[in-house]
């Protein structure tokens, strides 16, 4: 019994380093990840209005980032910070600014830094990227591509745009958003 069992742990972690020399060579084009999401494994959204489904088309998550989030609800460019300077322009560009502060600290919009927020769920990226993609009740439209504008599909952010943002608010709070991932 003994036996079988540390045999059966040498398999496993040789198989684990060998997985690990693959994801080296081939991990930076996010196959890995890719595979996950094509095999079905996929995270369900809800909407922030009334905890429905909200579908968003699985095409749209273009990216190994996205699909990355797609497949486990977390937010790979959290801490990132070519993503986080790349999310703050994005911020600026949907006119976030306006609403929410230069700093996400609030202006007309409530403060993004959390760690409380009107809608609890927003402390987890799945949550916020749920709020932000479809609206809220209380006086925010839908920021999702092809939600902003429905006479124009290519309107609005994309996920990888999305997480970017979501990625820079979260490098103002103490929340990495990651934390409890999306089960
Ligand atoms: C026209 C003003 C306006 C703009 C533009 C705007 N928001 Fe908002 N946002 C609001 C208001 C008002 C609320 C509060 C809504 C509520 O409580 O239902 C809100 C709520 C939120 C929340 C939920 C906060 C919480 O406490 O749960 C998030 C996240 C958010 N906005 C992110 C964004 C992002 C990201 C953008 C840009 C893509 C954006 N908002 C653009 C006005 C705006």
């Not at 595979?35 to 749209?60: C, Y």
């Not at 439209?141 to 994309?158: E, F, H, T, V």
Request: some cysteine; overall charge negative.
């Amino acid at each position: 019994m003994n036996h079988k069992l540390g045999l059966g742990l040498l398999v496993l972690i040789a198989g684990l380093s060998a997985c690990d020399k693959q994801a080296s060579t081939t991990g930076a084009a996010g196959e890995s990840t890719a595979g996950a999401s094509a095999s079905g494994e996929a995270i369900k959204f809800v909407k922030t209005q009334d905890g429905s489904p909200l579908e968003i088309k699985a095409e749209l998550f273009d990216t190994p980032a996205a699909k990355e989030f797609l497949a486990t609800g977390k937010n790979p460019y959290v801490g990132k910070e070519d993503a986080i300077a790349q999310g703050k322009k994005t911020f600026q560009l949907y006119s976030c600014t306006q609403c929410h502060g230069p700093d996400a600290g609030g202006q007309v919009g409530p403060a993004l830094t959390g760690p409380n927020y009107n809608y609890a769920k927003d402390a987890t990226n799945k949550g916020m990227f749920e709020t932000v993609w479809n609206g809220t009740n209380g006086g925010m439209g839908a920021k999702g591509k092809g939600l902003m504008d429905p006479s124009d599909p290519n309107n609005g952010i994309s996920p990888d745009e999305l997480l970017k943002v979501i990625a820079w608010i979260r490098s103002h709070g103490s929340l990495t958003g990651n934390e409890e991932a999306a089960s």
